[in-house]
C-alpha cells in the first residue's frame, strides 16, 4: 500500500500538529484508563486484551492497530504518514503516560481525570485529522468498509464496529461505566467543534470541514485510535 498525503504544503505545521495530536490521544487515553470510571469501545477492547495477555495497555494499543492496518488491504484504502504514525504513536505515549500517573485516588480526581482526557481526546482528534496526512487505522476500517458497500450508512458501520468490541472488551474484562457512556455523548460534539478548528488547508482549495471522527473514525475515534 503506497502512503497518501505529501509534505509539500506545510510541512512544518503539519507534521508538529500530526505529532502533537497523537501524543495528546495517547494522554488523554491514560488520563481515561486512571480515571477507572469507563473506557471508549476500542479502549475497553484494548484493556480486556491487555489483562488476558499481561501485554501492556500500550503494547495491545500497538498490535492490535497493526492488524486493522491489514484489512485494509482487501478494503484498497491507502495509508498516511498519519495512519502509520498513529499505530505506533500512540501505544508508546499511554504507556509511557501511565507509568506517571498514580492509580486510585478521590473520587472527585477520578472525575476530573475522565472529563479532562474525554476533552483532550476531542481536541486531539482535530490536531491529528486536521495534518490531513491520513486517518488511524480504525477510522480507516470503517470508511473502507462504507466505500466498498456504498449502502452502508456511516453511522451503521461505525455502531456494529463500535458494539461488536465494546462486548468483546467487556467480555475480556474491559472496564465499561458511566465514562464509556459519557464519552460516547460529548465525542461527536468535540470533534464537531475541533477538527474545523484545526484542519490545515490543501493549499488548493477551501479546505473542505471533514465529517465528525475516532483513533479510527473519520468520525470521532477509537486512538485509539
Request: charged letters at 10%; hydrophobic letters at 50%.
Amino acid at each position: 500500500m503506497a502512503l497518501i498525503g505529501n509534505l509539500r504544503h506545510r510541512p512544518v505545521r503539519r507534521l508538529v500538529q500530526l505529532y502533537l495530536g497523537l501524543t495528546l490521544y495517547g494522554v488523554s487515553m491514560a488520563l481515561m484508563i486512571r480515571s477507572d470510571l469507563g473506557l471508549d469501545p476500542w479502549d475497553v477492547f484494548h484493556q480486556g486484551l491487555s489483562e488476558r495477555t499481561d501485554l501492556s495497555f500500550g503494547t495491545v494499543t500497538i498490535a492490535v492497530g497493526a492488524l486493522v492496518l491489514l484489512l485494509w488491504i482487501p478494503l484498497r484504502q491507502r495509508p498516511g504518514l498519519g495512519t502509520v504514525s498513529n499505530v505506533v504513536v500512540i501505544g508508546l505515549v499511554v504507556d509511557a503516560t501511565l507509568t506517571l500517573l498514580p492509580t486510585g485516588g478521590p473520587l472527585g480526581v477520578r472525575i476530573a481525570l475522565l472529563i479532562t482526557g474525554i476533552v483532550a481526546n476531542g481536541a486531539a482528534t482535530g490536531l491529528y485529522l486536521g495534518a490531513r496526512l491520513g486517518p488511524g487505522p480504525r477510522d480507516g476500517l470503517m470508511t473502507g468498509f462504507v466505500a466498498r458497500r456504498p449502502g452502508r450508512s456511516v453511522r451503521l458501520v461505525r455502531t456494529v464496529i463500535e458494539v461488536t468490541v465494546l462486548a468483546l472488551g467487556w467480555l475480556l474484562g474491559g472496564t465499561v461505566g458511566v465514562g464509556t457512556i459519557a464519552y460516547a455523548l460529548a465525542i461527536g460534539p468535540l470533534a464537531q467543534l475541533f477538527i474545523p478548528l484545526f484542519a490545515v488547508p490543501d493549499g488548493t482549495a477551501p479546505a473542505p470541514v471533514p465529517g465528525t471522527a475516532g483513533p479510527g473514525t473519520a468520525a470521532p475515534p477509537a486512538p485509539a485510535g
